[in-house]
């Protein structure tokens, strides 16, 4: 048995998984507990959220320079400290490393498969 398609739903729907496809998917978040944090949220949401970390680790520092106005003009120079948080969420679940630049989430990735108990909020 074949299902009529229509041209208006076909194109759109289409033209839908077009722009589903071609638009890159870098919306990240971890959850914590009840609630979640994802890029662009600060240390102290993370840490309400989330709980004291496994591990804090300050990996370095990132220099950006905004553009002077001139040719030959500097910008102001400006330096933000680069933090990484790991979440041991135990043997059932992974490892989730956050990473901080200048006090706001930038990242969120996983380093393999947690071991023992959880130490996450919300995940036994």
């Not at 662009?40 to 309400?48: E, F, H, L, N, Q």
């Not at 959220?49 to 496994?54: N, Q």
């Not at 003009?73 to 330096?79: D, V």
């Amino acid at each position: 048995m074949r299902i009529p398609t229509y041209g208006i739903f076909s194109g759109t729907l289409s033209l839908s998984m077009l722009l589903l496809l071609s638009s890159p998917l870098t919306l990240h978040a971890f959850r914590c507990g009840d609630g979640l944090v994802s890029v662009g949220d600060s240390k102290g949401r993370v840490m309400i959220e989330c709980g004291k970390p496994t591990l804090k680790e300050k990996v370095g520092d990132k220099e950006t320079r905004k553009k002077g106005t001139g040719t030959k003009t500097k910008g102001a120079k400006t330096t933000k400290t680069v933090e990484q948080w790991t979440y041991n969420c135990g043997k059932d679940d992974f490892i989730y490393v956050l990473t901080f630049e200048g006090g706001k989430l930038v990242k969120e990735a996983t380093d393999g498969r947690g071991r023992g108990a959880s130490e996450c909020k919300g995940r036994n």
